[in-house]
């Protein structure tokens, strides 16, 4: 950890009590983001991505709950704030970006409108100067002809030009932080690469920081400084990408990479490994991964791993703690 | 939107056509209007007379066209009791019961929208659990029980509003008002309430279904992840969204409380057009019968259009035209 994090999230805990019991969606997560970093979030579906992310921005829907650990933002805690002091927060100082753009606008209000409530909710801008910076925006999200587009309503957009509206969104008072959950899903195959390079060159210029969870191991390759990868709500591993794509230490991350075949060949999605991720209401005893780990130990079924460091990456696997315990 | 309110106004045009066709068939096949006029001392041959005056032995086709052709400029005939125009009648009668109606609607709407959208905000809230029970009451309350209920307490018991009655009217080039003297608005209350009851409890509830459904959505999401107040997202976002489904269920309900306005009027005597048509019925008065079928068509079709208008303002999807003069991408 080089300098001051921009967000860490410590032991983070996030429970949904339901009539069966207490479910854990995220169980004790810790990690940190530094100012201008990307860090890629990648776990099979049910994983515990959004529920991260909605944490962080303070949106968990009830009766979700963050049950236990801290975030903070540059310091300070924000996870215990109350609702107005977090509203300000979100859009200012974290932007969200969510998965389907057809769904993210508001059908009734026009492009323009959206921008300029937005604007005008964190600044102080009288509407012709948050109207002027509409236009620039979309015309920085790569939206041709603004001035004409910047009265249309979402309806006249096309799923691409949409995406790239609630970039213009997410970003239009430059917050730090960006929490972009599988930004590209919802789209066509052919524009999702473009998505994701506007979504990172715009986030280099700002010096924006993003958490950009995604299926796609390619899109991480490509785009992500640090990566992530999340297994039944805990973290298996994370670390630098370089690291955890070439050398993977954690024997699911090693399944997952042995379905990447390289970057420029097909879309590099997440393939099978035997066997299903648990469901939330029988995690195994131990190592929530030994149902479906080849390596498994006793001790894999008894206790359950903590992270370890091994080079720069940290890893949560027995195996990896013997080695640590010998060296 | 020119297109599309004259494509709307040819559809209205069509249905006021059966509309017509069905009070025109009630004329020719339900008794015998030369019966209903005259007395049984009458001759033959003075029946026959009659029939010819009235046009009664010209072909169905002509007839039909001078029916329509008089419905059109407020034409209805002679009532046959009353031996007066029908539209001397209707427009007597006609403040009375549109006045009922508007200030019911209007109370519904100001008193259930709000109502809904408290209800759809605070799901857990003491409040918004009162507001359901009581609404299921207002549901399955007849209107005569509770119009009853409301005079016995109200009229009665405490003697704060007149039981029956518009109370004090004053005439308005020809609109007999209630709305303008004290008198005539304490009459008022009470038919309004118990005409307005159940639109109010049907109006809550869809307010607050449709605000529990666009509050799950993304773009409410969004709304919140980009910190907008939650006055902005409640009200501005949310409700604006569950506006659709409010207008269409609020035009049909405006037309079944002029429709169902007979009731009310039965309770209160309250002089209005629905009262008329119950009397109309008891004496078989079919150009009263049929001017009433006529009015109501009228105003519901005036209502649905209104209704359509609304979308096209409230709804940019619907305004084709100008998406397509724009282009995609
Ligand atoms: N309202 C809820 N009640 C109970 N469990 C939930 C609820 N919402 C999500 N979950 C569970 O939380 C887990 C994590 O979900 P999520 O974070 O959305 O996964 P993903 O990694 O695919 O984004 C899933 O197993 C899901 O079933
Ligand atoms: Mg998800």
């Known amino acids: 950890m080089a300098g001051n994090p921009l967000l860490e999230v410590r032991n983070l805990r996030v429970e949904f009590p339901t009539r069966r019991g207490i479910l854990t969606a995220v169980d004790d997560i810790s990690l940190h983001i530094d100012p201008g970093e990307v860090l890629g979030v990648v776990g099979e579906s049910g994983a515990g991505k959004s529920m991260t992310g909605a944490a962080i921005i303070g949106l968990l829907e009830p009766p979700g709950r963050i049950a236990d650990g801290e975030i903070l933002l540059e310091g300070r805690r924000i996870d215990n704030l109350p609702y107005e002091q977090m509203r300000r927060i979100r859009g200012r100082e974290i932007g969200a970006i969510f998965q389907d753009p057809l769904t993210s606008l508001n059908p009734l209000y026009s492009v323009g409108e959206q921008l300029v409530e937005t604007i005008q909710t964190h600044t102080d801008m009288s509407h012709s100067q948050a109207l002027a910076r509409a236009i620039e925006l979309l015309a920085e999200v790569g939206i041709p002809a603004p001035e004409r587009r910047v009265e249309h309503y979402p309806h006249q957009f096309s799923g691409g030009m949409r995406q790239r509206v609630v970039i213009a969104l997410a970003l239009c008072v430059n917050p730090k932080l960006i929490i972009a959950d599988e930004p590209t899903t919802a789209l066509d195959v052919s524009i999702q690469a473009q998505i994701i390079a506007l979504l990172k060159r715009l986030c280099r210029e700002h010096g924006t920081a993003v958490m950009l969870v995604t299926h796609d191991m390619g899109v991480i390759a490509e785009t992500a400084d640090r990566v992530a990868v999340m297994y039944a709500g805990r973290i298996a591993e994370i670390g630098p990408v370089r690291q955890v794509i070439q050398n993977p230490k954690h024997p699911y991350t090693v399944g997952l990479m042995g379905s990447i075949p390289s970057i420029d060949q097909g879309d590099g999605r997440l393939t099978q490994i035997e066997g299903a991720m648990p469901r939330l209401t029988a995690i195994p005893q131990g190592c929530a991964f030994n149902p479906r780990c080849t390596l498994t130990m006793d001790r894999c079924f008894r206790e359950r791993p903590d992270l370890v460091q091994v080079e720069e990456t940290r890893v949560s696997c027995w195996h990896h703690d013997k080695e640590l315990a010998h060296a | ?329």
């Open chain 2, 1 to 329: 939107m020119l297109a599309f309110i004259i494509r709307r106004m040819i559809q209205s045009v069509v249905v006021m056509f059966f509309v017509a066709l069905l009070a025109f068939a009630m004329f020719r096949f339900v008794g015998d209007p030369v019966h209903q006029m005259v007395g049984i001392e009458t001759s033959l041959e003075e029946r026959e007379e009659l029939r010819v005056k009235l046009g009664l032995r010209d072909p169905i086709i002509v007839q039909f066209g001078r029916f329509v052709g008089n419905a059109a400029t407020l034409d209805f005939g002679i009532s046959y009791q009353h031996q007066r125009p029908v539209s001397e009648m209707i427009k007597e009668r006609m403040p009375a019961t549109l006045e009922l109606s508007l200030i019911s609607a209007l109370f519904s709407l100001l008193v259930g929208v709000p109502m809904g959208v408290y209800t759809g905000l605070h799901r857990q809230g003491v409040l918004s659990k009162v507001f359901m029970t009581a609404s299921l009451i207002g549901i399955s309350l007849p209107t005569f029980l509770i119009g009853i209920l409301l005079i016995y307490v109200f009229a009665v018991i405490l003697g704060w509003l007149p039981s029956f009655g518009r109370g004090v009217v004053v005439d308005l080039g020809g609109w007999r008002t209630g709305l303008l003297t004290t008198e005539g608005l304490k009459a008022l209350i009470m038919p309004a309430i118990t005409l307005g009851l159940f639109q109010l409890t049907l109006i809550m509830r869809l307010v607050r279904a449709e605000m529990l459904e666009v509050l799950r959505t993304d773009y409410i999401k969004f709304a919140r992840a980009r910190g907008l107040t939650n006055r902005a997202v409640n009200f501005g976002h949310a409700l604006k969204n569950t506006l659709v489904p409010v207008i269409t269920i609020t035009g049909l309900q405006l037309g079944s409380i002029i429709a169902f306005a007979i009731i009310t009027e039965t309770v209160f005597q309250w002089p209005g057009m629905g009262l008329m048509f119950l009397q109309a019925i008891q004496n078989v008065d079919i150009p009263i019968m049929a001017a009433y079928l006529i009015m109501i068509a009228f105003f519901f079709v005036a209502i649905n259009l209104v209704v359509d208008m609304l979308y096209y303002v409230v709804d940019p999807r619907l305004r084709v035209d100008a998406s397509k003069a724009h282009g995609h991408g």
